[in-house]
């Protein structure tokens, strides 16, 4: 089964950027991918969908400031983080869209002055 670690987070001030990396123990090619993010007290919630064939879906928070990418010949899936506020404060987890979910361990990010 097909493991996935995520890196990239820290902290940072608001307005500043971060990229997130997904990197997948094995090919994800034929996958879906998605990034969701779990703050403090609330659920875990959808952030940005990349289909196998390249498609993109933002939830509405991150549009026009977030953007995630692939590149299938590193089993890498990125998700970019722009003009990022304290409301973009979480832990970040990378998932491969699979018959069984597939998970990462999540990475923090934290946007505070």
């Known amino acids: 089964q097909v493991q996935l670690v995520e890196s990239g987070g820290g902290l940072v001030q608001p307005g500043e950027s971060l990229r997130l990396s997904c990197v997948a123990s094995?090919?994800?090619?034929?996958?879906?991918m998605a990034w969701y993010r779990q703050a403090p007290g609330k659920q875990r919630e959808l952030v940005a969908v990349i289909g196998s064939g390249g498609t993109t879906n933002y939830a509405d928070s991150v549009k026009g400031r977030f953007a995630i990418s692939r590149d299938n010949a590193k089993n890498t899936v990125y998700l970019q983080m722009n003009s990022l506020k304290p409301e973009d404060t979480a832990v970040y987890y990378c998932?491969?869209?699979?018959?069984?979910?597939?998970w990462g361990q999540g990475t923090q990010v934290t946007v505070s002055s």
């Open positions: 094995g090919s994800i090619r034929v996958y879906a």
């Open positions: 998932n491969a869209r699979t018959m069984t979910p597939i």
